[in-house]
């Protein structure tokens, strides 16, 4: 969400505020319909249309298409998620050594490996970081940068942040709901406070937002990014309450992520002239006073570092309860995998957008392509349509009889709404369309990321 104020700016008010509705509205239906194909499955000759099995994401795929399908997705799965993981503990990390090097005058690190050493000869020395070591532009300043060849680093920061936030990761779903909590009533009142920082912003001009913008490139991959509520799906759905219900919350949800990507949007388009692509960089460097630049710090670590215990919790989940990994194994993986990766590559600015690029590209399969896929075969096994392995078919669905009717309408959960869609037939082509939508948004997306050079899927 980070980029949309200079989104809205860019592409205008009424363009970027239907691009959201739009993606937001495509990527419920895409969660719900996911949700769906979890509900269908047979597990030990029992309905999971309550949800009480841990039925991941992979495990869908393995029960439509086959091992093959099953294990590509758990790669994919993986990687994708991975590679968020890694950039947001950089960013939170770098967020932590900058505050460190503004509250106490310098953030320090141990330095590995050659490089322009205080003395020659020694593979090991700490080194210093304070704001000064900014050559002018300070937005774009980040703690202890050196070149891609560069010693490796260990930093004050990093070392902070995996203490607080790397316990959370080791921890289930619902063991998180009180930091995740944390974080959205966070949000809220960051938000809050960043609107009115930036209504009473001396630049604050209601001309910084035009109706209609002048360039419409990243409009789509900017906002399409932003949604990553698929992923999560199949993790929640066997931890949520009996109480709750998935359709209820998926569209309370993504209706409250439209405001507030609008406010945040707008808000900071209008109170920021030229607003760069990142607001909190801008706010961090001071530019709006003490105030705003110490929430913008705390934004970082509490909204997006606390996202990556969440992205490690639902990585595991795909790989121990699909059994294909042991629990230990499992937390190596997940946890202390992510850790050491984003230590070594702390200072690496090109292997990281390496990592970000992937994040970028793979989370439009994981989040938006590939569930619509599993969701329409679903839909064609329960109607009795089912062209594939009968024998298969049967043991994780159940015979025909106990199958749906064909013609029928019989969704475990209801995606669509009844007096436009009332069976399974009008249920596929309604999938069909949304997948085509979701895949043409991927494709232009990607290049409109790719046109201005800049992956950001942590905004």
């Not at 759905?237 to 707008?266: F, N, Q, R």
Request: charged share 10%; glycine share 10%.
């Amino acid at each position: 969400m980070l980029d949309l104020p200079s989104t809205f700016q860019r592409s205008g008010l009424i363009p970027t505020t239907l691009t959201i509705i739009f993606i937001s509205t495509l990527s419920a239906m895409i969660s719900l319909s996911l949700a769906n194909s979890i509900g269908k499955v047979m597990v030990k000759d029992s309905s999971n249309s309550n949800f009480k099995h841990p039925i991941e994401y992979s495990d869908v795929f393995k029960y439509h298409y086959g091992t093959h399908a099953f294990y590509a997705t758990q790669v994919v799965f993986y990687f994708c998620v991975l590679s968020q993981c890694v950039a947001s503990i950089v960013s939170t990390a770098q967020v932590v050594d900058a505050s460190i090097a503004s509250l106490f005058g310098s953030s320090y690190a141990l330095q590995f490996g050659s490089g322009s050493t205080p003395h020659d000869g020694i593979p090991l020395w700490i080194d210093s970081w304070s704001e000064g070591d900014c050559d002018g532009d300070s937005d774009d300043c980040l703690p202890f940068q050196t070149s891609l060849f560069g010693p490796v680093i260990l930093s004050l920061g990093y070392i902070v942040t995996a203490l607080l936030l790397l316990p959370l990761g080791l921890m289930d779903m619902k063991e998180n709901i009180a930091s995740q909590l944390l974080s959205f009533f966070l949000l809220l009142a960051f938000l809050v406070s960043f609107t009115v920082t930036f209504l009473g912003s001396d630049d604050v001009d209601i001309h910084n937002v035009p109706l209609f913008g002048s360039s419409y490139t990243s409009l789509l991959g900017v906002v399409m990014f932003n949604f990553g509520l698929t992923a999560t799906i199949p993790a929640w759905l066997h931890e949520k309450s009996d109480t709750t219900t998935p359709s209820s919350v998926v569209w309370s949800s993504s209706i409250l992520v439209v405001v507030l990507y609008a406010i945040c949007g707008i808000g900071g388009g209008l109170g920021i002239r030229n607003v760069p692509d990142n607001f909190l960089a801008y706010l961090s460097a001071g530019h709006l006073g003490v105030a705003s630049q110490v929430t913008a710090n705390l934004f970082s670590f509490f909204i997006i570092g606390l996202g990556i215990p969440l992205f490690q919790v639902v990585m595991r989940y795909n790989l121990v309860h699909s059994h294909v990994v042991s629990p230990q194994v499992g937390v190596l993986m997940t946890s202390v995998l992510p850790w050491g990766l984003s230590w070594t590559i702390y200072q690496g600015e090109g292997i990281l957008e390496v990592f970000t690029w992937s994040g970028l590209c793979l989370n439009g399969l994981v989040g938006f392509i590939l569930p619509v896929l599993v969701s329409i075969t679903a839909l064609k096994v329960g109607s009795g349509m089912w062209s594939g392995d009968v024998e298969s078919a049967h043991k994780h669905y159940g015979s025909s009889s106990e199958r749906s009717v064909p013609g029928k309408h019989n969704m475990v959960i209801k995606v669509f709404p009844s007096f436009l869609v009332d069976s399974d037939e009008k249920e596929r082509t309604a999938l069909a369309c949304v997948g085509v939508m979701a895949a043409i948004g991927v494709v232009v997306g990607i290049v409109g990321k790719i046109s201005t050079g800049e992956p950001d899927e942590l905004k």
